[in-house]
């Protein structure tokens, strides 16, 4: 347990609805990172924070994907109106963030999504 | 840029050594080295900053040439647990986004 939660950890759900994916990063952490990760592959970036601002977000971020962190604490991770291809393991992470020295990156166990 | 990490699979004899590197054509700030077994997260092991510097515990260690946009990550004396998928992640600036190779997938057999 690297003391990063996410919830839930599978959904399933059926081709155009809507899913909302929660992260709890260690409790110091300042920056949270946002993964996908497909079968095969190694995580690919979607957006992160520093505190409550989102500094970066992927292009190949569609604008059907949102993401916040409201309080600088927990975030959320929306997907609209999902296709198959977002079938994936979405992965959260979180790093002291202090801009220098070695900023380790700590992983969540993930949310599996399936969209049928 | 994706970094890219060499071999693709490798399989040992418990007790065997191996290798695996992640080359990168940009200029980095630093190297984390992740293990992940199926169906879980990536467990991190280890980063090494620019400056060439090399760290180890207990039978795995790493090492990063700063010149060659290089890192390799050594295991020695391999055990069982050592199987999995590792993936090194490749970071341009300090707390910025991780870069992941496509992985190595290491087996140990008995």
């Known amino acids: 347990d690297t003391g990063v939660s996410q919830d839930p950890r599978h959904k399933i759900t059926k081709r155009g609805q809507n899913v909302t994916f929660r992260c709890d990063p260690i409790s110091e952490h300042n920056r949270l990172y946002w993964y996908r990760q497909t079968l095969g592959q190694g995580p690919e970036f979607l957006t992160y924070f520093q505190n409550e601002a989102q500094l970066e977000k992927s292009r190949l971020l569609s604008d059907r994907f949102s993401a916040e962190r409201p309080k600088g604490s927990f975030s959320t991770l929306e997907i609209q109106r999902t296709e198959q291809g977002d079938s994936a393991m979405y992965l959260c992470a979180s790093s002291l963030g202090s801009g220098q020295g070695s900023n380790e990156q700590f992983f969540g166990p993930g949310t599996r999504l399936t969209v049928l | ?110």
């Open chain 2, 1 to 110: 840029q994706q970094p890219v990490q060499s071999p693709q699979a490798v399989i040992l004899r418990e007790g065997e050594d191996a290798v695996i590197n992640c080359s990168s054509s940009k200029a980095l700030y630093s190297v984390h080295w992740y293990r992940q077994k199926h169906g879980e997260a990536p467990i991190f092991l280890m980063i090494l900053l620019k400056g060439g510097e090399q760290k180890g515990h207990d039978k795995i260690s790493a090492s990063f040439n700063e010149k060659k946009q290089q890192s390799s990550l050594y295991l020695t004396a391999s055990q069982l647990s050592y199987s999995g998928t590792y993936f090194c992640g490749t970071e341009k600036t300090s707390g910025s986004r991780l870069t992941f190779g496509e992985g190595t997938q290491l087996t140990v057999n008995p």
